[in-house]
Nanobody, 115 residues
Framework: QVQLVESGGGLVQAGGSLRLSCAAS????????MRWHRQAPGKQRELVAL???????NYADSVKGRFTISRDNAKNTVYLQMNNLAPEDTAVYYC?????????WGQGTQVTVSS
């Protein structure tokens, strides 16, 4: 099992930046894939970015070139650097971990981008 705690959300103006953190309760090298998802009001939860143990990354088309996912294995933390934020990025952002045989979620952190 693993507990995930997100932080770093807040209110920012369009064009601004935020860095989200996801702290895991265990060594993240034991976690195959870690992801950031988001859910906007009235919309389905969507995948934003993922990173594997080998460091491979993948991004949703809507955030490519603006968001960067990274990991600090020593701190058991995954980050999401979000630049050039737009109002459509407003959502609750969730950290997610694949740790066989389960899939785990954090409680989420709110990101609000004002125009």
């Amino acid at each position: 099992q693993v507990q995930l705690v997100e932080s770093g959300g807040g209110l920012v103006q369009a064009g601004g930046s935020l860095r989200l953190s996801c702290a895991a309760s265990r060594n993240i090298l034991s976690i195959n894939v870690m992801r950031w998802h988001r859910q906007a009001p009235g919309k389905q939860r969507e995948l934003v970015a993922l990173i594997t143990t080998s460091g491979r990354t993948n991004y949703a088309d809507s955030v490519k070139g603006r968001f960067t996912i990274s990991r600090d294995n020593a701190k058991n933390t995954v980050y999401l650097q979000m630049n050039n934020l737009a109002p459509e990025d407003t959502a609750v952002y969730y950290c997610n971990a694949d740790l066989f045989p389960g899939n785990y979620w954090g409680q989420g952190t709110q990101v609000t981008v004002s125009s």
